[in-house]
């Protein structure tokens, strides 16, 4: 059974840190990432890493998040820097396996201002 299971959500201010976990299991994803759902707003893609280090990031986090990964852990991490209150929504962990999506069942960032 594939699973991606996330961590590390929570309440900051403004100018604060948090860091994303999540742990994948039941398979091995080429590409690893994250999207972020704000209330009222469609799903947005936020960062991906592939299995090989490759990354890609939203022009909106660049600067301030960095994406990784574990691959003998099978898991992905963000951390994120210099948090604004527009970064506030759910967090999904996604990964891809031969084209099928992957989500996880999200974590809440909330940054206040």
């Known amino acids: 059974q594939v699973q991606l299971v996330e961590s590390g959500g929570g309440l900051v201010q403004a100018g604060g840190s948090l860091r994303l976990s999540c742990a994948a299991s039941?398979?091995?994803?080429?590409?690893m990432g994250w999207y972020r759902q704000a209330l009222g707003k469609q799903r947005e893609l936020v960062a991906l890493?592939?299995?090989?280090?490759?990354?890609n990031y939203a022009d909106s986090i660049k600067g301030r998040f960095t994406i990784s990964r574990d691959n003998a852990k099978n898991t992905v991490y963000l951390v994120m820097n210099s948090l604004k209150a527009e970064d506030t929504a759910v967090y999904y962990c996604?990964?891809?396996?031969?084209?099928?999506?992957?989500w996880g069942q999200g974590t809440q960032v909330t940054v206040s201002s």
């Open positions: 039941g398979s091995i994803f080429v590409t």
């Open positions: 890493i592939s299995t090989g280090g490759n990354t």
């Open positions: 996604y990964g891809n396996v031969f084209g099928k999506p992957y």
